[in-house]
């Protein structure tokens, strides 16, 4: 018997929706997977291994809308199950597990944990169909980027002595700067309609989502010309989720203004973000805080990590990588995940000394 109260059974036209997702692991019982493949779009996994494989190769556009997992003799499917509901990313999935045969306290552990729904074997395969389909329809809510930043358990915690030299540092370079920035801005107000600073939604540590400033270089439209110029895309899509690379930097971007190509060859245009610094927003040394589409396509567990560590000015990616067609999306995100789990003083102190050289890009990006 369910463990929830079934979906109304319906005389109308059986429903098949392949635009569903369904994730299904186990063996046993191979006529519920048979009959899944006929209604959604199935992904079949042999074991919890190739499970957590599966779902950490996912993003928050990718993950599956139900996850069923049948349940045997090791039990293990529950203390999996229980890990999958202790994950903020996976707050919006269906969960369902099967069990090959009657065992009450089986199903004791299933209402306790909460889940979705818990068959047990044998039961008509179109009545879990059915309760899928309504599942999906009413119950499910999709978790978004603002609702990760409240619950991620995000342990790290910017020391003192790295604030105080993000504050001394910055406050210090917006003085002896406060000159140019001016000349700056004057220009851009005197080459093109549009404000001077542009500011935009980027995520950063714990996916905190903050504002983020920029002198602008490009055409006060640019962002709606984005989807229009996919294939000047610098990062390679051969490991992206759905075709879509994680990472957007254009080649020759025809959006930026003439004046735009100098303060950015020059990345005076990034100096704005020492206001970003003085806050608190970001430190001078980390990971680059990413826009909002960027950054809901790395919120697997692969590369979540990036976000455990600070945000930054500057990192470990401008100084090795910054500007060479040969770097892949996969090498960018292991740049960031290094530093996230290995940054100190003595790196920082390293990174900023690589930056000055690496202001000076050779390629149009």
Not at 157 to 163: D, L, N, T, Y
Not at 263 to 284: A, H, W, Y
Request: net charge positive.
């Amino acid at each position: 018997m369910n463990m929830l109260q079934p979906a109304i059974n319906s005389t109308s036209e059986k429903m098949v929706d392949h635009g569903i997702k369904v994730t299904y692991t186990g063996n046993l019982l191979p006529e519920i997977s048979n009959r899944l493949s006929a209604e959604f779009h199935l992904n079949h996994c042999a074991d919890l291994d190739h499970l957590e494989q599966y779902l950490n190769e996912q993003s928050l556009l990718s993950l599956p809308d139900c996850i069923i997992i049948e349940v045997d003799a090791s039990e293990l499917a529950f203390s999996y199950t229980e890990k999958l509901k202790s994950n903020p990313l996976f707050q919006g999935i269906i969960l369902i597990l099967v069990a090959p045969q009657k065992n009450d306290a089986w199903r004791t552990r299933a209402i306790r944990l909460k889940v979705h729904d818990y068959y047990t074997w044998p039961f008509p395969v179109e009545d879990l169909c059915e309760r899928i389909h309504f599942l999906v329809k009413f119950k499910l809510i999709v978790p978004n980027l603002s609702e990760l930043s409240a619950h991620v358990d995000v342990t790290y915690k910017v020391p003192i002595s790295k604030r105080l030299f993000d504050v001394i540092s910055s406050g210090a370079a917006l003085l002896v700067l406060s000159p140019l920035l001016l000349i700056v801005a004057l220009i851009i107000r005197l080459e093109s309609k549009g404000p001077v600073i542009y500011k935009s939604k980027r995520v950063g540590t714990g996916y905190k989502i903050f504002d983020f400033y920029k002198f602008r270089s490009m055409r006060s439209d640019a962002d709606k010309m984005l989807s229009q110029l996919s294939n000047l895309n610098q990062y390679t899509d051969t490991e992206a989720t759905n075709g879509k690379s994680a990472f957007v930097k254009i080649k020759n971007d025809p959006r930026i203004t003439r004046f735009g190509h100098f303060i950015r060859k020059t990345s005076i245009d990034e100096l704005p973000q020492l206001f970003n610094v003085l806050i608190g927003d970001m430190s001078l040394v980390g990971n680059r805080p990413l826009p909002l589409y960027e950054a809901e396509m790395l919120t697997s567990n692969e590369w979540s990590q990036r976000f455990l560590g600070p945000a930054g000015l500057t990192g470990l990616w401008q100084i090795s990588k910054r500007g060479k067609e040969e770097m892949s999306e996969r090498e960018r995100k292991k740049l960031d995940n290094f530093y996230a789990s290995n940054y100190s003083f003595w790196l920082d102190m390293k990174i900023i000394a690589g930056t000055i050289p690496a202001l000076l890009q050779k390629e149009k990006v």
